[in-house]
């Protein structure tokens, strides 16, 4: 009697749970926004929307609609931004990243943050809000960082304002050189390689081989890698295990010709299929996080993942060959490198690579309100 009176009010305190938490969230008690003494933003205002909360078996579902208005309140420029969106750490699916990498916010400014995430947390009779948010980390305009880094946010950051920097001055010297003519043809021959870019998809899981692949005979496969003069890293070799639409393991031999150590290193792939076409397969990094590379020295890195290419959903795409690239260097001393616009055309990877978030930024400019929205844009600074 006393097993089943416990049962009873255990199940009565869980459904009065569910019940107060289910439906739209209440801003004051089921989010909380954290942000520390010193930090560089301060939050102006909250809009939480449609955000709501919704049961599925043992979990709460949290599709979470936010807008959010900063204020820098630091003395430098804002380039970039990641919050970190929580519902449960240690959860799958309870906490997730957003970030902003195309801003230009000065001393005293405000600017808009929109976070669109779902998020899962289990039904516990806890207390506390239900998601919170907290800072990861601001880049400025002198590539200056502020954050405790959670998600390596800065290397991140540092790399997309990198690209932007690179891809910004290119503009504006097509601009310089070729006039609004040269200009509007640069922003047309963009959004048509944003449009006709083959498009494949890549599921990536950590350690083993993933279900549902296509069971052709495994073989450890060679590949080449693309020539960068000017890159820091040399990939000289490597080998993957290939099966069907599935690579995994990859195993790279690189050499460091800067003078500096390195700490990080990524390789972009493009597979090519049995019928010579080719597709950009994404970046993935190393497995290793406390690579540690000396100028000179060689090394190899690991690849602990498996890939697996779709041409849509449930059509696989069977590698037949693959070439990588190095895409990323970040140095000991945490400055980063990327690929010159010069040798993407050069070596028509620009096709295949997704264009960076500045070029997608001016080139929707471009589109939605004309040539001279986006010179205005390119001589702000």
């Known amino acids: 009697m006393f097993t089943a009176s416990k049962t009873i009010f255990a199940l009565g305190a869980a459904a009065a749970f569910l019940h107060a938490q289910e439906g739209p969230l209440d801003p004051y008690s089921s989010v909380k926004v954290n942000l520390p003494g010193d930090s560089p933003v301060s939050m102006m205002s909250s809009n939480y929307g449609d955000s709501r909360a919704m049961a599925r078996g043992g979990a709460l579902v949290l599709d979470l609609h936010m807008a959010l208005t900063l204020r820098n309140q630091d003395t430098r420029r804002i380039r970039g931004i990641t919050m970190l969106v929580t519902a ?16 230009d916010v000065g001393p005293g400014e405000t600017f808009p943050v929109k976070i669109d995430v779902r998020l899962i947390r289990p039904l516990q009779a806890g ?41 910004r001055k290119y503009f504006k010297q097509v601009l310089a050189s070729k006039g609004i003519a040269g200009l509007q043809q640069e922003m047309l021959d963009s959004l048509a390689r944003q449009h006709d870019r083959p498009g494949v998809d ?17 073989h450890v496969q060679q590949f080449a890698f693309l020539e960068l003069p000017d890159a820091p890293v040399q990939a000289i070799k490597g080998w993957a295990d290939i099966s069907g ?13 800067s003078s500096s150590p390195v700490r990080y290193v990524e390789i972009g792939w493009v597979v090519k299929d049995p019928e010579g076409k080719e597709y950009m ?44 690239f190095v895409s990323q260097v970040e140095f000991s ?39 001279q929205a986006l010179v205005q844009d390119l001589n702000r600074y």
Do not use: C
Not at 245 to 257: S, V
């Open 88 to 103: 449960q750490e240690s959860a799958p699916g309870g906490r997730a990243s957003y970030s902003v990498p195309t801003l």
């Open 245 to 257: 639409n599935e690579a995994r393991d990859a195993r790279i031999q690189i050499l460091n010709h």
């Open 127 to 167: 207390g506390g809000p239900l998601v919170q948010l907290s800072l990861d980390g601001v880049l400025f305009q002198g590539l200056e960082f502020y954050g405790p880094n959670k998600l390596n946010s800065r290397r991140t950051m540092t790399f997309w304002e990198m690209e932007n920097q690179r891809d």
């Open 333 to 371: 001393d945490g400055r980063v490198w990327v690929p010159t616009r010069k040798w993407l055309e050069r070596s028509k990877v620009n096709r295949l690579i997704p264009p960076s978030p500045e070029e997608q930024r001016l080139a929707d400019l471009y589109r939605k309100k004309g040539p």
């Open 281 to 324: 397969a994404g970046s993935v990094p190393a497995a290793e996080t406390d690579l540690y590379l000396p100028s000179g020295k060689e090394g190899e890195i690991l690849q602990d993942t498996s890939l697996r290419f779709l041409r849509g959903p449930g059509i696989p795409l069977n590698v037949q060959s693959m070439t990588g």
């Open 202 to 218: 890549v599921q990536v899981s950590r350690g083993g081989r993933s279900t549902g692949s296509v069971a052709n005979p495994d």
